[in-house]
């Protein structure tokens, strides 16, 4: 039986036409290295803290830094691996196999576009109606991550705790 699992990606761009101040790519980098340290600041309903277990550099001299989080919903703490692709993305891997990755991406028309992916996976027994559950309740959650993050993002610019 195959394990069932929840693919669920939510894409918002990060300088509408109305944004104010205009995130660089620089910016919007250094937002989310803050994020792997304090993800609490980024998506606080969903995470109440962030313990960075250690930090070190993967065979490709890509940062690697393991994090525990404690999520809101049933205090659930949560070892993940962080590793960043500079510039383009970081992967969250968690021991069950689950996946989240934070992309930073560019478009035909200028636009820089932030996307989370997620790759919940599920117990074996978990029923169908509850799977279904899921995939609804982590769809909601998706979008108001991304543009929770980039309201975050933005706050951190503008009041001058991300300086990059």
């Not at 990755?101 to 169908?128: C, H, R």
Request: glycine share 6%; with cysteine.
């Amino acid at each position: 039986m195959a394990t069932p699992a929840a693919y669920i990606a939510f894409t918002a761009p990060i300088n509408p036409s109305e944004s104010s101040p205009v995130l660089s790519k620089e910016q919007i980098w250094a937002c989310l290295h803050r994020k792997v340290r304090n993800a609490e600041e980024f998506v606080g309903g969903a995470i109440k803290s962030t313990e960075v277990l250690s930090e070190s550099k993967d065979e490709h001299g890509r940062l690697v830094i393991t994090r525990e989080v404690v999520f809101a919903e049933g205090d659930r703490r949560v070892k993940e691996v962080c590793t960043f692709y500079e510039g383009v993305k970081v992967d969250f891997l968690m021991p069950d196999g689950s996946k989240v990755l934070n992309i930073v991406s560019d478009s035909a028309n200028g636009q820089i576009y932030l996307t989370y992916q997620f790759e919940w996976l599920m117990p074996k027994d978990t029923p169908v109606e509850k799977q279904k559950e899921n995939v609804e309740k982590w769809t909601k959650m998706s979008q108001t991550a991304v543009e929770g993050s980039i309201k975050a993002m933005r706050a951190m610019v503008s009041d001058g705790r991300i300086n990059a």
